[in-house]
C-alpha cells in the first residue's frame, strides 16, 4: 500500500513552487492533496495537473490571515473527504528591505502571513484531528529559523516563531496522538527567491550573480540551491512518521549553510 494511501493533507500555499511539489509528491504516494491557496486560478491548475497524472486533489480559495476563510476550507475539505491526516502550513511571502527603511505596514504583512497563517490554519485542523485522535503538522520554517540574514526583519523573526508554535502544538497534541515539526529549507529557486535576487542587487548595491554566489550560497557545502523535490522529501518523512517519536523537531535541509 502507498505511503500516504487515501490520506488528506491540507497544503497551504500548494498553487506554486515548495508547496506544489509537496502537493505533487503527496499524490504520486497515494494522498489526497488539498491545494488551498490565496490564488484559486492556480490552485485548480495544479489540481487538474495531479488528476492528469491519475491521482485526486481539491484546490480551496483560502486567504490563510482569514479566520473565515481558513475555517470554511477546511470544513469543505471535512465535507467532502471526513478527515485531516496533515496540515503542511506552507503559504508565505519575503520583502527584503533594512529595518530603518521597512513600513511598519510591510511589517505586519509578513508576519500575519506567516504566523497568522500558520496559528489559523492550526487551530482549524487541530480540532478534527484531535477528534480522530491522529495527526501531522508541518510547518515550513527556513534557515531563517535558526540564522539571520541582513534585509529579512520580519521573516527571520516569523520563521524564528514558527518553532515555538510548533514545539507547543506538539506538547499540547502529544495525548492525542498529533505531531509537529517545522522544515527548513536553505535557498530554493521559486517564484519567491527569484524576485529577491534583483531587490537583494539593488539593496547591496552588487549583480544579480553576486547576490547568488556570495549572498544565498556562500556558506553551502556546494554553491548548490537546495531543490523542491529536497523540501518535499523532508515534508513527506515528518508527515509519515508512525509515533510520537518524532514530534517538536526541526531539520535543516540546506546544503550545509546551516548545521545545528
Ligand atoms: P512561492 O512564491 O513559489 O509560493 C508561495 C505560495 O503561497 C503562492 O502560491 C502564493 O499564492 C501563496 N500565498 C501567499 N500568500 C498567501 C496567503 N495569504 N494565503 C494563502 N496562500 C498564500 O514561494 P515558495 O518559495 O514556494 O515558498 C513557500 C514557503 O517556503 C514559504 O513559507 C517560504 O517562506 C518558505 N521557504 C522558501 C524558501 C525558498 O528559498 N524559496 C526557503 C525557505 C523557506
Redesign the pocket.
Known sequence: MARFDKKVAIV??A?????KEIALRFAAEGGIPVI????LD?ANATAAEIKGKGGDAFAVA????DEDAVNKGVEDVMNKYGRIDVLVS?????IVKPVVDFAFADWKKLLS??LD?AFLTTKACLKHMYAAKSGSVVY????HSKEASVLKAP?VTAKHGLIGLCKVVAKEGGAYNVRANVVC????R????DKQIPEQAKELGISEADVIKHVMLKDTVDGEFTTTDDVADCVLFFAGARSNALTGQSIVVSHGWFMQ
Open positions: 497551504t500555499g498553487a506554486s513552487g515548495i508547496g488551498a491557496d490565496l490564488n492556480a483560502m486567504n490563510v490571515v506552507n503559504a508565505g511571502i519575503q502571513i506567516h497563517g515550513m520554517g527556513s534557515v521573516y529549507p536553505g535557498f530554493v521559486t517564484p519567491l527567491v
